[in-house]
């Protein structure tokens, strides 16, 4: 195998930081850069760069992307032959009056990072989308295909954006561009804003998990190491493709699981009853999302493959370790 040079942005966050780590274990050259943003905990952050990638010899590079300055000098000196753009601003319960937090971090700062690395002639440039662009698309499997998109919410609008912009501006240029369509990623060191991680803290803590609708929502949960699987094969077709090229593809095991069911299994498996407190319904919530994976199959020759139950329970087991559990109700209490 060839050791490439990777540039990762949001190297710092959940799927950052375990794409850096499998990037180097595989042996290429990678360049983290992040905000350590306060949308939820900062030392969750930094306890992630610690724990997961300083044993490897890897750092994460403070930055804010939405410096256009700073970031075209970076990706100048450090010349990636592959960039992956993770860096946003996630979750979609973002209040309206915030909601420039979403132009700023993935619009401005995706601009930024795409701009500069069509400057700086990068052959492969992939950006995390998200099954979010589809909105309330019905019960059937989403299709890359499907052509009456209409994202719910301004943060799936920003990504849905950046499917627009990253063609336009690859355009007869030497970069190719690849969205990723990422449905419900979970796992170890994961995002304390999502349901499961929620779940998981409330059982551990004691404290109520606050469900929200009647729990009949389905998500097609997809583990982070499918995850990052995924994108490394999608990384590797990608550089095949001609100049200028540009597609989107989802990565989602194409399974959804309701938030009952997701509440049951941790229920069943923990024996612990009665920590759910119900809420009023969220209307920013898509009620259902399924990936259709035949593209993904197509060309990277993988789809999603851990069932939920082991996903969670693997979740489970890292959350009650020492060092971590005391921490949980803290980066919890520090996100929306
Ligand atoms: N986790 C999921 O279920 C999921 C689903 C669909 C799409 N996505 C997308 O995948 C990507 C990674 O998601 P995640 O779950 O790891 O989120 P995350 O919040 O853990 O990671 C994103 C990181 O980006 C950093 N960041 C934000 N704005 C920045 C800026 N201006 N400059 C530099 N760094 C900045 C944050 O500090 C954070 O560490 C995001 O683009 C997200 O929208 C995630």
Redesign the pocket.
Known sequence: MIALRFLV????????SHLSARLSTLGHQVLG?????A??S?SL?HLRVRELLTPLGLSVEQ????NLDLTRELIKDFNPETVIH?????GVRTPMSQSYKYI???LV?FTNVLQSSIEQAVPNFL??????VYGNAGTRAYSESDSSIRPLSV?GAT?FANEILAPTYAMGTQTKTRGL??????GPW??PD?AYFRIINSVLGGSKFNKFGNGEIKRDF?YVDDITVAIVKLSEELSKRESGFSDVVNIGGGDPHSLNELIGLISRETEIESFVAQKGQNLNDINFTCADVTKLRMLADCVPSVDLKDGVMMTFKWATEPGIVELLDGWVESSI
């Open positions: 942005t949001g190297a710092a966050g959940f799927i950052g850069l992040d905000n350590f943003d949308y939820y900062p952050k930055i804010d992307l939405a993770l860096a946003a601003q996630p700023r971090n993935n700062a950006y995390a989308s998200s099954s979010s943060y990504k369509r990422f449905f419900t990623v979970y994961g995002r999502m997809t």
